[in-house]
C-alpha cells in the first residue's frame, strides 16, 4: 500500500457516505423527481434510438413503470462503489461487508427521519449486496493489475 493510501485511502469511502446522505437527507418529492427524471430520460433516449413515436402519455407511463427498478439500481451502485472504496482502504472483505452494511441500516434509519421517505429492510439487503459486487470487482481490479505487473 502505498503512503497516500494510507494517509488518505479513507477519503473516497467517507466521500461516497456524504454523497449517500445527502441524497438520504432530500425528501420523496425532491428524491421521486430525480428518479422520474431520469426514467423519463431514459425512455425519451429509447424512443429516439428506436424511431419511434410513443407520445407524451405512453412516455410517462413507461416512466413511471420504470422508476422502482431505477431506484433499485441506484442503490446497488452506490453501496457497489462504497464497496470499492471501504476495501481500497483495508482490504479485509469482513471490514469492507460490516461497514457497508451498517451503514446502509444507518442510512435507512436515517430516512425515517425525512419527510415522505421509509427506512426498508429490504434497502438495506440491496445495498449489502451492492457492498458484496463491489468488493468483487475491487478482487478483479486487483488480480488484473496484480498479472500487468507481473508480465
Excluded at 472504496?85 to 446502509?104: K, P
Aim: hydrophobic content about 45%; charged content about 20%.
Amino acid at each position: 500500500m502505498t503512503d497516500i493510501n494510507k494517509k488518505l485511502g479513507w477519503l473516497p469511502a467517507v466521500l461516497l457516505m456524504l454523497g449517500i446522505f445527502y441524497f438520504s437527507s432530500q425528501p420523496a418529492t425532491v428524491s421521486g423527481t430525480l428518479s422520474g427524471g431520469i426514467a423519463y430520460r431514459l425512455v425519451s433516449l429509447a424512443e429516439e434510438m428506436t424511431g419511434q413515436e410513443w407520445g407524451e402519455e405512453k412516455k410517462l407511463e413507461i416512466s413511471r413503470q420504470i422508476d422502482f427498478p431505477i431506484r433499485k439500481l441506484a442503490h446497488l451502485t452506490e453501496y457497489a462503489l462504497l464497496g470499492v472504496a471501504l476495501a481500497n482502504w483495508r482490504r479485509r472483505y469482513v471490514f469492507t461487508q460490516l461497514v457497508g452494511s451498517l451503514y446502509a441500516a444507518s442510512d435507512e434509519i436515517h430516512q425515517l427521519f425525512v419527510p415522505g421517505r421509509a427506512g426498508r429492510i429490504g434497502d438495506v439487503l440491496i445495498d449489502s449486496v451492492g457492498v458484496l459486487l463491489g468488493w468483487g470487482v475491487f478482487i478483479v481490479i486487483m488480480r488484473i493489475i496484480g498479472r500487468k505487473k507481473g508480465s
